[in-house]
């Protein structure tokens, strides 16, 4: 069974940028839509971005919206979110998810990663 892996969470500063990576073990990387998940302390995790297989469509949440980028790297399995302007609500743990197809729905995932930490604050 492949393995979604994130990396690239960290304690950052309101108004900074942070850069989130995800990669996996297994060679059908590029045959799944990604979706970047997060679940802040004591709420319910919620999609952020997507982006199709080949990078065609993507889709964001309207907090991630003019904020976040999400873009993929086929030939070195990875997928990226860029974020700027970072503010303290942004905080909580970041899961990518593979699926079939581009969804924000976290029910539509197939395999997920086991998160990283993202921590905004002065």
């Known amino acids: 069974q492949w393995q979604l892996v994130e990396s690239g969470g960290a304690l950052v500063q309101p108004g900074g940028s942070l850069r989130l990576s995800c990669t996996d073990s297994?060679?059908?990387?590029?045959?799944?839509?990604i979706t970047w998940f997060r679940q802040a302390p004591g709420k319910e995790r919620e999609g952020v971005s997507c982006?199709?297989?080949?990078?065609?469509?993507?889709h964001y949440a309207d907090s991630a919206k003019g904020r976040f980028t999400i873009s993929r790297d086929n030939f070195n399995n990875l997928v990226y979110l860029q974020m700027n302007s970072l503010k303290p609500e942004d905080t909580g743990t970041y899961y990518c998810?593979?699926?079939?197809?581009?969804?924000?729905?976290?029910?539509?995932?197939?395999?997920w990663g086991k998160g990283t930490l993202v921590t905004v604050s002065s």
């Open positions: 297994g060679s059908a990387f590029d045959y799944f839509a």
């Open positions: 998810a593979a699926a079939a197809a581009c969804s924000l729905d976290s029910a539509a995932m197939n395999s």
């Open positions: 982006i199709s297989s080949q990078g065609g469509s993507v």
